[in-house]
């Protein structure tokens, strides 16, 4: 009887093994998504972050010009973490017997990204607010604002919620101007 290489051995030892294997069907890693997308583009996701950050500018600026009164006005419009933030410096305000005067303004925003999760966002945006005709005021009516104050600031905005239900996670200064054109 002749010998047969060890050569051919192996690769006909895969073959009977692969062709006896029942085949098996990996399922993707993870089904796709059902549900539509919150948001059909990066300009209607950023128009949703604008206009819940141009709201919460607007009670919060209420609440200042209210003396830092009643700031649970601000809580919807924040996570627990941000209002912890936000309510100090409210509390600071109305113990100063500080008041705003004037309303500070968006005046640009540019989105740095945005993902869904399942029925959830995540908005990451920078916001120009331009500080222009606000003043802060003592308790005798004296501005307390310095000559060399910056007219406008920029922060970077984290919102997570539903199309209508944004709420801001995070809020940090930006140091980079050029946003605000």
């Known amino acids: 009887m002749p010998r047969r290489p060890h050569a051919l051995v192996a690769p006909l030892l895969v073959l009977a ?3 006896c294997t029942p085949t098996t069907v990996i399922p993707p890693a993870s089904p ?3 549900e539509a ?3 059909a583009s990066d300009e209607e996701a950023l128009a949703a972050a604008t206009e819940a950050y141009e709201e919460f500018l607007a009670v919060s600026s209420q609440i200042l010009q209210d003396g830092g009164e009643d700031p649970e006005r601000a809580r919807t419009y924040l996570s627990d973490s941000v209002f912890a933030e ?3 410096g409210y509390e600071q305000f109305s113990e100063s017997g500080f008041r705003l005067i004037g309303q ?3 005046t640009n925003s540019v989105l740095q990204q945005w993902s869904q999760y399942e029925t ?3 908005i990451i945006a920078y916001f120009c607010v331009s500080l222009e005709g606000t003043d802060v005021v003592n308790g005798s009516g004296e501005s307390i604002v310095t000559a060399d104050r910056p007219e406008q600031s920029v922060f970077e905005i984290v919102l997570t919620g539903s199309r209508s239900d944004l709420v801001i996670e995070s809020k940090q200064v930006w140091s980079d101007e ?3 054109g």
């Open 37 to 39: 997308p919150l948001f």
């Open 120 to 122: 959830k966002a995540e």
């Open 17 to 19: 093994l692969v062709s």
């Open 32 to 34: 796709p998504s059902e």
């Open 178 to 180: 050029s946003i605000c």
């Open 86 to 88: 936000e309510l100090a």
């Open 104 to 106: 500070s303004r968006i």
